[in-house]
């Protein structure tokens, strides 16, 4: 089951501030690269790790609603929306009650009401998931945190040989056993 990204968080969840300070920096020359560095970080923890750690909503693409689909992102908030197409490929919106999210497994598991759907979504469906621990970097645990911070520090150190959109050149053994509770680990994960 594909997925894309359709509203990132509205915030990292490590702030600049935070990050100047794990470094020991004083100085605000390097912000820029410190900042994308958080980017960076951010977008490997929900890639590679399958953890939102700020809340933001992704589409899944769904083309057996007959089966049961499973959600490797981590924390699940629920469903926004859904909408299912027909043979033509027609779309009509899906009421809540055609689905259920099993938020509470890990991965969560997204199935259908298919004796209600069949017709309705003959070419598939796309559900709109939200995920995250909340909406500031006040809600995020601090063991996150503090990966992405280990991460952030790894990857500064480099940063006259790779630039953060080329990263990562490694990640530190600290920051897998930081994420490693946190993580899906399995098949698509």
């Not at 057996?64 to 629920?78: C, L, N, Q, T």
């Not at 990857?155 to 920051?175: E, G, L, M, N, T």
């Amino acid at each position: 089951m594909a997925s894309t990204l359709v509203t990132p968080p509205a915030v990292a969840p490590i702030t600049l501030a935070e990050a100047k300070a794990h470094l020991r920096i004083t100085h605000d020359e390097e912000d820029g690269l410190i900042e994308d560095l958080i980017g960076t970080a951010t977008r490997f923890l929900n890639d590679n790790d399958g953890v939102c750690a700020v809340r933001q909503t992704w589409r899944y693409y769904v083309d057996d609603v007959a089966s049961v689909h499973s959600v490797h992102r981590y924390p699940v908030i629920g469903i926004n929306s859904a909408t299912a197409f027909d043979r033509d490929g027609n779309a009509s919106l899906l009421e809540p009650d055609l689905m259920e999210l099993e938020a509470k497994k890990r991965p969560a598991e997204l199935c259908f009401d298919t004796a209600a759907i069949k017709d309705a979504a003959a070419n598939g469906a796309e559900v709109d998931i939200e995920f995250g621990f909340g909406d500031t970097p006040l809600e995020v645990p601090d063991t996150l945190k503090r990966a992405l911070l280990v991460l952030v520090a790894h990857w500064y150190a480099f940063r006259a040989d790779v630039a953060p959109k080329d990263q990562p050149v490694s990640i530190p053994d600290q920051y897998k056993r930081l994420v490693a509770s946190f993580r899906m680990i399995g098949l698509g994960a």
